[in-house]
Nanobody, 124 residues
Framework: QVQLAEFGGGSVQAGGSLKLSCVASGYINGYCMGWFRQAPGTEREGLATVRPEDSVADYADSVKGRFTISRDNAKSTVYLQMDNLEPEDTAMYYC??????????????????WGQGTQVAVSS
């Protein structure tokens, strides 16, 4: 079991950038890692996932070209670089993990381990 903690949320003006970090309690080499978000009154939205063995990433259309997920397995840390932020990006952001099945698929998985979230607020 892996425990996750997110850092780096805050308030920023539209067009600005934030970088979120997710630190795991143990090795993440065998885990798919992902970032999700949820705004009040909405369903949780998957944003980006990254494979452990080659860091190949998948993105939701809503953030493609603006957000970049990356991972540093040696530091047990996953990052989400968020650029050109929009007010619609305001939400609680969560890091999540699931055991990798070595089948190339991290995007369409039921993520099992979740952090507590970090709030991002973007003002216009």
């Amino acid at each position: 079991q892996v425990q996750l903690a997110e850092f780096g949320g805050g308030s920023v003006q539209a067009g600005g950038s934030l970088k979120l970090s997710c630190v795991a309690s143990g090795y993440i080499n065998g885990y798919c890692m992902g970032w999700f978000r949820q705004a009040p009154g909405t369903e949780r939205e998957g944003l980006a996932t990254v494979r452990p063995e080659d860091s190949v990433a998948d993105y939701a259309d809503s953030v493609k070209g603006r957000f970049t997920i990356s991972r540093d397995n040696a530091k047990s840390t996953v990052y989400l670089q968020m650029d050109n932020l929009e007010p619609e990006d305001t939400a609680m952001y969560y890091c999540a993990a699931v055991t990798y099945q070595y089948d190339g698929n991290c995007a369409n998985r039921d993520y099992r381990y979740w952090g507590q979230g970090t709030q991002v607020a973007v003002s216009s």
